[in-house]
Each structure stands twice: as structure tokens, then as C-alpha cells.
């Protein structure tokens, strides 16, 4: 963990909360933290700040927490995801929340198996678990909004529109002409991008044609198909050094 996180709750008003159980084992025997040593720490969903150890033990750890005033900003990159093996998707969790995304939108495409949707990978309690890992390993505090949409073409055609204007809405497909880091480099810092990853089989020709009607545009790495996770992690780390580049000043 580069970031303890906790939840609004357990810290009292005056700072102090007490850790217990894998939070408390870490501090003391990954960090070796002990009385008098500062730590990185965060709210979820909330600010960041910095905590002073207080005591160690079998009790657990007491922390006295000093927190900002600003809170993270929202990663300005959404995820559309056709839902992959349960397997995946269970590892995919940490990595989405480590890279940086603001909303995952798990869709059924016609090459995604019914059942998949049926495990408890996709239970909130579940994956909230590895969205928080994935959050303390990038040092943020910002959870992922995770919405689950069994019906592919309600959500394209009714849900997609209500979400808002994108400046770039993406599809990712094997074989997509154009390179992608180009275009990110001309967004304008305000603006948000979404991108659609489709299953390792890559979208069929009508659901690309549902995406062409919704402004997406083709979004590759090249010929090779990519595993799901394989692309997820290479497509959001090009949009995001794109999006970092944008918001540097000219030399």
C-alpha cells in the first residue's frame, strides 16, 4: 500500500482512528511503522492527508489524521468494458482503479457468455475490495462508479446519450486504422474521453455500427488482437500520457 485509505466513519472527530486486520498488519510489518512515524493516508472518495502513528501492538494501530482542504480530481478517462471471463475481471478490478478510471460501464456484447454475468466477481461488496487495492497501490482516493448493463443496445441507444457530451469517445478494435496518441495530444484539458473495449474476439459489425452512430471513433494498438486485460492496461496508459501531455505548457 502507497496509501492507507479509510472510510469517513472510523476516523473521529478530533483525527484519531484505530486499524485492525490487513491494514494494521501492513503498516507494521511491511512499513515497520512504529510510534512517532508519518504515513500517507486518504478518505474515500475524499482528500488526502497524512497520519502520525500513535501505537502499535496486537491491538492494532492508532493513527491521529491531519487531512486537505482539496480532494483528487476525477480521472477524466470512462471505461465501456464488454464483460470478459469472470477471471479477468476479477484481476482487471485493482488494475482499472491503479490506472485511473472514473466510470466502468460493464456491457453484454454479443460475444460475451450469458453466465458471465452471474458470478460474484460483479457483486459490489466483491469488487469494491479490488478497486480499493488498486486505489492504495496508485496513492487515490477517487472509487470508480461501476454500473453493470445486461442489455447491450438499451444502454447504447438510451443510457449513453443521457451520460453527457465526451470530447472523444473511443472504440477500441483490432486492425483500427490511425494511431490513437495523436488525437489525445490535441484534447483540450477540460475535456473527458470514454473507451469501449470489446471482448477478445473483438465487437461484431452491428454493435461497430451502433458505436459509429454515437460518435466513436477507431482506437487500435495495431493488427495484433490483445487479451482483454492486456488491453485495457495498454490503451488507458496511452490516453492517459496523452491527456498528461495536453496539460503541460508549451515549451
Not at 475524499?46 to 482539496?70: I, K, M, S
Not at 443496445?153 to 483500427?176: I, N, Q, T
Not at 493488427?223 to 490516453?239: F, H, K, M, N, S
Amino acid at each position: 500500500m502507497n496509501l492507507i485509505l479509510l472510510e469517513s466513519g472510523e476516523v473521529q472527530a478530533d483525527g484519531a482512528v484505530r486499524l485492525h486486520a490487513d491494514r494494521a498488519r501492513h503498516i507494521q510489518n511491511v512499513l515497520h511503522a512504529g510510534p512517532g512515524e508519518t504515513l500517507r493516508v486518504g478518505l474515500v472518495d475524499g482528500p488526502q492527508g497524512v497520519a502520525v502513528v500513535r501505537e502499535t501492538g496486537p491491538e492494532g494501530v492508532l493513527l491521529h489524521c491531519t487531512f486537505q482542504d482539496d480532494m483528487p480530481e476525477c480521472p477524466r478517462v470512462d471505461l465501456a468494458l464488454a464483460m470478459p471471463r469472470p477471471k479477468v475481471m476479477n484481476r482487471l478490478w485493482p488494475v482499472l482503479a491503479s490506472l485511473g478510471v472514473g466510470r466502468i460501464f460493464i456491457l453484454n456484447a454479443w460475444k460475451t457468455e450469458r453466465s458471465y454475468f452471474d458470478t460474484h466477481v460483479l457483486d459490489p461488496g466483491h469488487f469494491r475490495r479490488g478497486l480499493l487495492a488498486g486505489l492504495q497501490q496508485a496513492k487515490d482516493t477517487r472509487l470508480p462508479l461501476v454500473s453493470i448493463h445486461r442489455r447491450f443496445r438499451p444502454w447504447m441507444e438510451d443510457e449513453l446519450p443521457a451520460l453527457g457530451a465526451y470530447a472523444l469517445k473511443w472504440l477500441a478494435h483490432p486492425g483500427a486504422e490511425g494511431h490513437p496518441l495523436p488525437d489525445a495530444l490535441r484534447l483540450p484539458p477540460p475535456g473527458r474521453v470514454l473507451l469501449a473495449i470489446g471482448p477478445e474476439g473483438g465487437w461484431t459489425s452491428f454493435e461497430q455500427e451502433l458505436f459509429w452512430q454515437q460518435g466513436f471513433a477507431p482506437f487500435s494498438w495495431g493488427e495484433r488482437p490483445l487479451r482483454t486485460d492486456t488491453a485495457c492496461t495498454v490503451l488507458l496508459g496511452l490516453i492517459h500520457a496523452g491527456l498528461a501531455a495536453a496539460t503541460k505548457p508549451s515549451a
